[in-house]
């Protein structure tokens, strides 16, 4: 007799319909004394520790006992016994349910009342196939969930990317490529963790809502503390109140968790975004490029056993230390013309928009300069560059770069394209950091603008009781696990991306 897939008769049925006919499956198999939403189930295994297990030595007569539990993905009835995938978390494996083994009752239930995506728990002994597949020959079988709904084909799965990341479970379930990203992801920042109490840092945390969004340059996310009659703001960086940790006498820390910033999407941004930062009393920007350079490569020798990694479109990234230190002024001039920083202003503007930048006449000389690194060089920074010395203007939180006060000592980490992580000599002069807190006030206030609104007067106070001198770093976690799987999109890596509310 010819096998059939179970599923089969269902392609051509409406999704209510199938919906009905599992919510009529699921009531007969209550009126039988089945539970469809069962029970806990003891003395599972993983799938693939079960295969691991398997004695192709024993001898045939040798009972291997098998108790696993996962989602039905497939099966094939042959007349009396039936051929089906079960899948969990860890692997899959093909279930061999013989009418004369199991009884004639329960054969019938599941050929006629269990469903692909139904999850069960089987318990037998495992064996090979004539064919070679290892398989447990199923003693008994027990139904712990129903599926209502139908999972997307088997053979075309989710073929709309919208709906991957609207409903990530079925994303999950139907494509394991997916499944193998975010246990990856899951593994890098475990790695992190692990590296970094190697180190002798301390996790900590800070708070999420704050008084004031500080220790970046973004929109934050405002929201209204009904108990204190204030506005507050989810935070966009840690930044402040870390550094507040090394006043208080904690030398090497860090926090890994979620930023919010009120701005666009797209494939590389993502509003709500992980981040670790780490600061280390007595360090500087040198210590920590040090630190993420060989954080880095130890996760992907360690996660993924290579430090080539290979991207889908033939690019591979070559983290082999020591790592391409460039001058942020150097690379400019590379694009722009040696010149660049010597021509006068409107010179500088006629220059940019014959690169085709789009630049305001009224622009700041170090705002113009910064269009042509973002937008002409950043993106050919495919191999691992840590970028030096930038303009002053651009970090105010970090120290100056003794020989020159207009520049600060600082590096942006550039991989495939994209800042992984910026790190500071932090700034812990109290005189200079208030100055640079007004300057900056100054520039972007509104009419209206209260100082004491605008700017962390507390932090001030914090420097004035004396920051010891200090790296730090933040590394944006969603950024590092695209370049270390090759994700071409930030949604890829990110469970439950933000996406357009449906309306």
């Known amino acids: 007799m010819s096998g059939s897939q179970n599923n089969e008769p269902q392609a051509q049925m409406s999704a209510e319909d199938i919906f009905t ?24 295994a993983p799938i693939a520790d079960t295969r691991a297990s398997y004695n192709a030595e024993a001898d045939e007569n040798e009972e291997q006992p098998a108790c696993v539990a996962g989602r039905l993905m497939s099966r094939r009835i042959m007349g009396n016994a039936i051929f089906a995938d079960v899948r969990d978390s860890s692997e899959r494996v093909q279930l061999f349910i013989s009418k004369k083994l199991i009884g004639a009752e329960p054969f019938k239930m599941f050929k006629k009342l269990l469903d692909i995506g139904d999850i069960i728990g089987v318990k037998g002994s495992l064996f090979v196939t004539k064919t070679g597949e290892l398989s447990i020959k199923v003693a008994e079988y027990k139904l712990l969930s129903k599926s209502l709904r139908s999972l997307p084909e088997k053979f075309h799965g989710l073929t709309n990317v919208e709906q991957r990341y609207r409903q990530r479970y079925l994303d999950l379930i139907m494509n394991q490529d997916s499944r193998k990203v975010f246990q990856q992801r899951f ?32 929109n934050p996310f405002k929201t209204y503390y009904e108990a204190l009659s204030s506005e507050m703001f989810m935070r966009i960086a840690p930044e402040l109140y870390l550094k507040r940790l090394l006043v208080g006498g904690f030398e090497k820390v860090y926090e890994l968790n979620r930023n919010f910033r009120n701005e666009g999407m797209s494939r590389r941004h993502n509003p709500e975004f992980t981040m670790i930062e780490i600061y280390e009393a007595y360090g500087d920007c040198r210590t920590m490029m040090d630190l993420v350079e060989e954080m880095v490569t130890t996760i992907a020798e360690n996660v993924f056993g290579t430090l080539k990694i290979e991207h889908a479109d033939g690019k ?25 920083f010597d021509i006068s202003h409107e010179e500088r503007v006629k220059r940019a928009k014959e690169m085709d930048l789009f630049i305001e006449d009224s622009w700041p000389d170090f705002e113009i300069t910064n269009e042509v690194y973002e937008k002409l060089i950043e993106k050919t920074l495919i191999q691992p560059t840590f970028v030096t010395r930038l303009p002053a203007q651009l970090v105010p939180l970090a120290k100056a770069c003794p020989d020159d006060e207009s520049l600060v000592d600082v590096f942006e980490l550039e991989i495939n394209g994209q800042e992984i992580a910026p790190g500071y000599s932090e700034l812990n002069d109290p005189v200079e950091q208030r100055r640079r807190f007004m300057e900056q006030y100054e520039r972007t206030r509104e009419e ?33 696990v695209m370049m270390l799987t090759g994700a071409e999109s930030i949604r890829d890596v990110v469970l439950f991306p933000q996406m357009r509310i449906n309306k």
Do not use: C
């Open 316 to 340: 591979v990234i070559d983290l082999t230390r020591p790592w391409r230190r460039a001058p942020y002024h150097d690379l400019v001039k590379e694009k722009a013309g040696d010149d660049w």
């Open 187 to 218: 593994e890098v920042i475990r790695e992190i963790r692990k590296y970094l109490e190697t180190k002798g840092y301390l996790e900590v945390e800070t708070p999420m809502l704050q008084p004031m969004a500080g220790g970046a340059s973004a």
């Open 448 to 480: 209206g603008d209260n100082v004491n609104e605008k700017v962390d007067q507390d932090f001030l106070t914090a420097l004035e009781h004396g920051m010891p001198p200090a790296g730090g770093m933040g590394i944006g976690i969603d950024r590092l």
């Open 21 to 44: 006919q599992r919510l009529n499956k699921a009531e007969e198999l209550q009126n039988a004394g089945v539970l469809p939403f069962g029970e806990r189930y003891d003395g599972i």
